[in-house]
T-cell receptor, first 110, second 114 residues
Framework: SQQGEEDPQALSIQEGENATMNCSYKTSINNLQWYRQNSGRGLVHLILIRSNEREKHSGRLRVTLDTSKKSSSLLITASRAADTASYFCATGKNTGKLIFGQGTTLQVKP | ETGVTQSPTHLIKTRGQQVTLRCSSQSGHNTVSWYQQALGQGPQFIFQYYREEENGRGNFPPRFSGLQFPNYSSELNVNALELDDSALYLC?????????????FGPGTRLLVL
């Protein structure tokens, strides 16, 4: 079963614009992670935010976590065509088992 | 590149057959997790191996089984294949037993069951 729900399911923007994806989850967590997947290949880890953190940055990525609302958002600033991919949130509870959402498909048009 | 490799990259089997998928973990990692990703869906956790022992299992039937070897590489075996087993199978390695929960994924094996 899927833990998270991502919103929107699909997003299409122009190069240079910002992209925001949201993730909601159901149970308590230790951490939430975001992954990127290009064309049905392996997942690439983007960022991990722990339950006691509220915001984290990595390059053009900004992740927020609101544990009271059980939600997270991923912001990609100044998007590029190479950012075109599917993005997944995954929650962890120190068990090693990641529970993934359904993903958001992002298309960045040149 | 994560350093995690999987073989084969693609595989076609018929219903009822058995399949073995292989995964080599990143150097220094002692934990391997396996996931099944159906088309258009997020990955679903199958099971995890930590130091050669099964360390958690998702909602998959017993015909999905695995092994982890002393070098921490791993195999996923699926018996009595069904059409719904067609999916991308991903393995991920990590350093278990620490606070580091980041998992590093291989490129996947795409299985088609006819």
């Amino acid at each position: 079963s899927q833990q998270g729900e991502e919103d929107p399911q699909a997003l299409s923007i122009q190069e240079g614009e910002n992209a925001t994806m949201n993730c909601s989850y159901k149970t308590s967590i230790n951490n939430l992670q975001w992954y990127r997947q290009n064309s049905g290949r392996g997942l690439v880890h983007l960022i991990l935010i722990r339950s006691n953190e509220r915001e984290k940055h990595s390059g053009r990525l900004r992740v927020t976590l609101d544990t009271s609302k059980k939600s997270s958002s991923l912001l990609i600033t100044a998007s590029r065509a190479a950012d075109t991919a599917s993005y997944f949130c995954a929650t962890g509870k120190n068990t090693g088992k990641l529970i993934f959402g359904q993903g958001t498909t992002l298309q960045v048009k040149p | 590149e994560t350093g995690v490799t999987q073989s084969p990259t693609h595989l076609i089997k018929t219903r009822g057959q058995q399949v073995t998928l292989r995964c080599s973990s990143q150097s220094g990692h002692n934990t391997v997790s396996w996931y099944q990703q159906a088309l258009g869906q997020g990955p679903q956790f199958i099971f995890q191996y930590y130091r050669e022992e099964e360390n958690g299992r998702g909602n998959f039937p017993p015909r999905f089984s695995g092994l982890q070897f002393p070098n921490y590489s791993s195999e996923l075996n699926v018996n009595a294949l069904e059409l719904d087993d067609s999916a991308l199978y991903l393995c991920a390695s990590s350093l278990g037993g620490t606070q580091e929960e980041t998992q590093y994924f291989g490129p996947g094996t795409r299985l088609l069951v006819l």
